[in-house]
């Protein structure tokens, strides 16, 4: 559909630009456990009595910091957060560019229903995390084996990916969701990131005080936290649910409201 | 003098908003000390069982690390994030506003020198972030002292000064970023992928206390550990802000002086 | 006599801005074939009206059709059949001319290489290149895009709000011949200005709209009638604001040696009138329609 080829192709280069991003973060990150094999099994026990509170503060959080995997799964909140203010920006943009540039004149002028379009421009956004997320696992499959010391990783990293996907539609729909019912859409993309980067302090307040752990909810960042996918194995429900819920409301909502307000010129 | 006071007007509402949040994250962080300060008992004694290369990995001394002020040099790093993104957010929008706010026909045909409208709109922008270091500093020293352990003044005031830095640093790379990027329709996503680029190779590089690339971060300048035990900055990094601030901001005179003002029309 | 179907029809059209008035209790209906014009002072609600009519405001009441459709509930449908020109235009600066006007025809249900085709000849009557970028176009160069992309899919319907802003005189006959050719071949045009003499020009009838609501809709004849001529002139020496005492001047300022006044009525009194002065320099200007207008419903008020 026209929508989205045109939308996917005015995004190409900054997909290239985030994409290598990613890869550069996610190596030199690799690279520095490398330049530092904390390889010794006493050191593990001892990372292991560090009260949480400590650990939070340096984002240890639960981590095997020995191996290559446990080392990766501390990075994983960084690429979270990339992923994060990636998606938030694009679900933002993708909306509120037309009444930004004016170009809503031209584009909701033509025969085609908001609906119509908006479906086009999400499909371009999605496709595009799918993107980056691919260069995410990647990346770090690739990255991880060059510093690895012979033992498993794969479901670690697949699981991890998994719910940096998660996170990055959940703050891609918010971002659209502001835009699509704003009056005010050229001030989407700072509200949408001022949402991100509130979660993303919450989560490390949650981190640190233990009475706080109810706040978790009100952050997609500890909905897939590495420490807690690496040691269950798998998804939480209760927040795969949560997550799901968020999108399909955001989503609807974007729909909904921007179908029904007027277009600001 | 006048662009000055139009630019200040205009950011005022900002101005409370970014004060408040920053206060609150001040605030929020300083209320969970108590819970920290409890948790962290009796780790004075398994500190004195940690192998040397832990102790280097992570840094840890208790004057460091579990006083007052040890806990605020933890907050610095939310605190310099989002200041290091309004001040970014400041100095680009400088002469990008103009630009895609369609009012550079307006603005740069009036009888004022460029370097006069660059000074005023700096000067607006430096205004608003004194005001801001000011609260902060301030919301500061009330939440260390709510919390009634005991610290050092001059060393919370030596600590809460690195805002400033940071902010300045970003303030002259966004101006920077302002003359030199032909079309900026977005500030926020200029200034949030560049500030959030710096502080996740600052976070990366923190965990293993790697020297060479404390180069690279700004977040990475002022160590909160050394501001406690030595009671002052290492003068290397403060001379690289100093040159840097100092470079950037001639290079804006300069380069806006030369370039051709390309209106959106 | 023919029976024509209405193309346009508005029903107590409403719409607020918050509570700034934008357009309260419009009637209007536009016949097919008919090129109608749109003419007020600024703010008066022309934008209002036509932005409503597309789907891209929404009316706080009353209701409206296009093509016997209903504009909420059908706006898709409608628009497949409608071109539109607005008064700024704003496109994709990343974009060539030519994909900008792929892409606006990829929207139509129409033949897409006739479209192109048909976008390729304006192009060429128009002058415009288009393989250049959007963003290195002039305004002028811009507005021929805007042109061509309401124009290339052959609509049924025209609507065009104040088109020829930034364009040259000589584009600007270029487009209304254009209209004019559409209008024989069927189209109608519904044309937003507050230029007096491009309304002259093209419409069949007008509808002249003032705070919000239409006023009045004139035949073109009626109001040709009814134009008024602004006149500047250089006297040799300073004269008495008696001399200018003729029925149909109005407006009247004297000083020193200029004078200057609306005149409304015969052409011949008027030239009689100047024949007996002396004067070192004479300007003829047709006002704008906002002169006119003010002046003419202040009198009435």
């Known amino acids: 559909m026209n929508v989205f080829l045109r939308e996917m192709k005015a995004h190409r280069w900054g997909l290239v630009f985030w994409s290598l991003g990613m890869v550069m973060m996610i190596y030199s990150g690799m690279a520095k456990y490398g330049a530092y094999e904390a390889a010794d099994e006493s050191v593990a026990v001892i990372l292991d009595q560090i009260p949480g509170a400590v650990q939070a503060v340096f984002g240890m959080t639960g981590f095997d910091l020995t191996s290559a995997a446990g080392f990766f799964g501390m990075l994983f909140l960084y690429l979270a957060v990339m992923g994060a203010v990636h998606a938030a920006l694009l679900g933002a943009h993708l909306i509120a560019k037309e009444e930004r540039d004016h170009t809503s004149e031209f584009l909701y002028a033509k025969p085609a229903s908001r609906s119509r379009v908006l479906t086009g421009k999400l499909l371009a956004g999605l496709v595009n995390i799918i993107v980056l997320n691919m260069v995410a696992a990647a990346s770090s499959f690739y990255f991880v084996e060059m510093f690895n010391k012979d033992e498993p990783f794969g479901s670690d990293i697949v699981l991890l990916m998994i719910g940096l996907f998660f996170l990055q539609v959940i703050f891609f729909a918010i971002g659209a969701a502001v835009a699509g019912t704003s009056h005010k859409p050229k001030s989407a993309a700072s509200r949408a990131t001022s949402i991100m980067f509130g979660t993303f302090l919450l989560f490390y307040v949650v981190n640190l005080d233990e009475d706080l752990e109810f706040l978790k909810y009100f952050t997609p960042f500890k909905y897939f936290e590495a420490s807690a996918l690496m040691t269950d194995g798998a998804l939480d429900p209760v927040f795969v649910a949560l997550s799901a819920t968020i999108v399909v409301l955001a989503i609807a909502g974007t729909y909904r409201a921007y179908s029904a307000r007027d277009l600001a010129i | ?265 | 006599m023919e029976l024509r179907m209405n193309v346009i029809e508005t029903s107590r059209l409403t719409k607020y801005y918050g509570k700034s008035r934008g357009i309260v209790d419009l009637d209007m209906t536009v016949e097919e074939g008919e090129i109608y014009g749109f003419i007020g002072p600024n703010g008066a609600g022309k934008s209002t009206t036509i932005r409503t009519l597309l789907g891209l405001i929404h009316p706080t009441s009353g209701s409206a059709t296009i093509f016997g459709k209903d504009i909420t509930a059908f706006g898709p449908q409608i628009r497949q059949e409608v071109g539109y020109l607005p008064s700024e235009v704003f496109y994709y600066d990343d974009m060539r001319a030519i994909d900008l006007l792929r892409y606006s025809a990829s929207f139509y249900n129409k033949d897409p290489k006739a479209t192109e085709k048909r976008a390729r000849e304006l192009a060429e009557r128009f002058d415009l290149d288009l393989r250049k970028k959007i963003d290195d176009l002039s305004y002028g160069n811009k507005k021929k895009v805007g042109i061509i992309q309401g124009l290339a899919h052959q609509p049924k319907l025209i609507i065009l709000d104040e088109p020829t802003g930034g364009l040259d005189p000589l584009i600007q006959q270029e487009f209304f011949h254009l209209l004019k050719e559409q209008n024989a071949e069927g189209a109608t045009v519904l044309f937003s200005s507050h230029i007096l003499s491009e309304v002259q020009k093209l419409c069949d009838r007008v509808a002249i709209i003032k705070e919000g609501s239409i006023i009045r809709v004139d035949q073109i004849r009626t109001l040709l009638e009814n134009a008024t001529k602004r006149l500047t002139l250089e006297m040799a020496a300073p004269v008495e604001e008696s001399v200018f005492a003729l029925d149909g001047v109005s407006d009247l300022a004297v000083t020193n040696h200029t004078v200057s006044f609306l005149y409304r009525g015969h052409v011949n009194d008027l030239t009689g009138l100047l024949a007996r002065l002396d004067l070192v320099d004479l300007q003829v200007e047709e006002p704008d329609l906002e002169e006119i207008f003010l002046h003419y419903y202040q009198k009435e008020e």
Request: no cysteine; proline share 3%; charged share 15%.
């Open chain 2, 1 to 265: 003098m006048n662009v000055f006071l139009r630019e200040f007007r205009a950011y005022r509402k900002s101005l409370i908003t970014w004060a408040v949040s920053l206060a609150g994250i001040v605030g929020l962080f300083m209320a969970l000390y108590p819970a920290f300060a409890s948790d962290i008992e009796g780790l004075n004694e398994m500190l004195a069982n940690f192998p040397e290369a832990i102790k280097a990995l992570v840094n840890i001394t208790p004057e460091t690390f579990m006083s007052v002020l040890g806990f605020y040099g933890y907050l610095l790093s939310f605190a310099w994030l989002a200041a290091s993104i309004q001040a970014m957010n400041l100095g680009v929008v400088i002469i990008s506003k103009e630009v895609s706010g369609k009012t550079a026909d307006f603005l740069m045909t009036k009888p004022v020198r460029r370097s006069e409208v660059v000074t005023g709109k700096l000067a607006a922008a430096l205004a608003v972030v004194l005001i801001m270091n000011v609260v902060f500093m301030a919301v500061s020293y009330l939440a260390v002292a709510a919390t009634g352990a005991e610290f050092d003044s001059s060393t919370l005031l030596l600590m809460s000064s690195t805002l400033l830095l940071l902010q300045l640093v970003f303030l002259a790379l966004g101006a920077l970023f302002s003359v030199t990027i032909p079309k900026i329709k977005s500030v926020v996503a200029v200034s949030l992928p560049t500030v959030f680029a710096f502080y996740i190779i600052g976070a990366i590089g923190d965990v293993l206390d790697n020297v060479e690339l404390r180069w690279v971060s700004p977040f990475r300048y002022f160590d909160p550990a050394y501001m406690i035990t030595e009671r002052g900055m290492e003068p290397e990094y403060l001379l690289v802000v100093a040159v840097f601030v100092a470079a950037a901001i001639v290079a804006t005179y300069v380069i806006f002086a030369k370039r051709d003002i390309h209106t959106a029309v």
